[in-house]
């Protein structure tokens, strides 16, 4: 009997939510239509909110997980930028990431973490939260990976015209960026499963 297509939960702040973007434009349609390449019908389940903090995703996270039908095979989860923009200290992120990544492996989905290297004009104030994704990725044998590949960020014809968030150009460089690991890691764990 064939593997059912893949199921991912796209859960996060605003790069994830697609804000000032159509939805077909949004990160999770583009990762979806990547997918289906590979992996015929593999769906993608946007879970993000735009301003949310990592204490805002956390408070979300169960009842995102309460109202799926069906397991997801991977979530992919970038949250944080917002807790370095409205000066949440460091020791409280780690402690929300901490428990997102917790509550997703208790429920049996593997994660991908994403990254953020933060642009010349915030490096200083993001400095204390450098390195605190890839530290509980390490702890929960998590997957992690930098959400914007080289050469994005900064650029003016990459991002909305707010000159903060991605424009849907961004977000299929993104997408492509992503692809090769996500793909890997469904193959992985199909192969798990077999």
């Known amino acids: 009997m064939p593997a059912a297509p893949p199921f991912l939960l796209a859960f996060g ?9 159509a939805p077909a434009d949004g990160l999770s349609a583009q990762l979806q239509r990547g997918l289906a390449r590979r992996f ?4 993608v389940h946007n879970a993000g909110a735009s301003g949310n903090t990592t204490a805002d995703a956390l408070r979300r996270l169960p009842r995102v997980l309460a109202e799926m039908t069906v397991r997801p095979d991977l979530a992919l989860v970038q949250i944080g930028a917002n807790d370095v923009l409205r000066g ?3 020791v409280q992120t780690r402690a929300n990431l901490d428990a997102i990544v917790t509550e997703l492996a208790r429920c049996g989905i593997p994660v991908l973490l994403t990254t953020l290297d933060p ?3 915030v490096r200083a104030r ?4 450098l390195g605190l994704h890839g530290e509980i990725a390490a702890r929960h044998g998590a997957a992690i990976s930098g959400f914007f590949p080289a050469g994005i960020l900064g650029r003016a014809d990459m991002v909305l015209p707010d ?3 991605p424009n ?4 299929a460089a993104v997408v492509a960026h992503l692809l ?3 793909e890997a890691l469904l193959a992985a764990r199909s192969a798990d499963a077999a």
């Open 126 to 129: 993001a400095a204390p939260y």
């Open 180 to 182: 090769p690991t996500i």
């Open 88 to 90: 949440v200290p460091p």
């Open 40 to 43: 015929p019908g593999a769906r």
């Open 119 to 121: 642009p010349a004009l």
């Open 13 to 21: 702040d605003s790069l994830i939510a697609g804000y000032g973007l």
């Open 168 to 171: 849907a150009r961004a977000i």
């Open 163 to 165: 000159r903060v968030h």
